[in-house]
């Protein structure tokens, strides 16, 4: 697994003066990506988006985060962690500098998504139905180039969880 340190990656935040650190997972099931879709009186309402939060001050660390994100957002429990894919940064709608950790994921219940945060879900191949954000994109274009997606293709068939 391509992962960097957890420390690594909290002190390169805190030395570029980040205020706040969100999680993100790129779940796939079968060569399948979960995509959610934020609430339309949100920040950034009706955007396409990846299972995501921010880290509470309850979090041991990056990975407690992530794990207790995905299960809060879509009632999915991660199998593995697979892979780290990258950050990107952005301005919070409280106006915090934030950076959005994200990793590569399976989960060992795809079908039992239940929404807590979100209007909807969608189990996709692209992202041509369902527009992401460019820096969504960049992680998922990583992704889908990543051995371990090819892998998830070869051994699962893609299949369409609603």
């Known amino acids: 697994m391509n992962t960097p340190e957890l420390d690594e990656l909290t002190h390169a935040d805190a030395a570029d003066g980040i205020d706040q650190h969100v999680v993100g997972a790129v779940i796939d099931h079968g060569g399948t990506l979960l995509l959610l879709k934020r609430p339309a009186d949100d920040f950034r309402g009706g ?3 990846l299972p995501s ?10 990975y407690a985060a992530l794990h207790r994100e995905v299960t809060e957002e879509t009632g999915l429990t991660i199998s ?8 990107f940064d952005y301005t919070s709608g409280s106006g915090k500098h934030t950076r959005q950790h994200t990793w590569t994921v399976t989960v060992a219940n795809p079908a039992e998504v239940h929404l807590s945060e979100h209007d909807e879900s969608a189990w996709v ?3 041509d139905q369902h527009p992401v954000s460019a820096e969504v994109q960049r992680l998922i274009d990583a992704h889908l180039a990543s051995p371990a997606h090819r892998l998830h293709t070869l051994n ?5 969880y609603s």
Do not use: H, Q
């Open 53 to 62: 939060g921010k880290v509470e001050p309850t979090d041991t660390d990056l």
């Open 80 to 87: 593995t962690i697979t892979g780290y894919l990258g950050a």
């Open 156 to 160: 699962n068939p893609a299949s369409t």
């Open 125 to 127: 191949v692209t992202t």
């Open 47 to 49: 955007t396409w988006e």
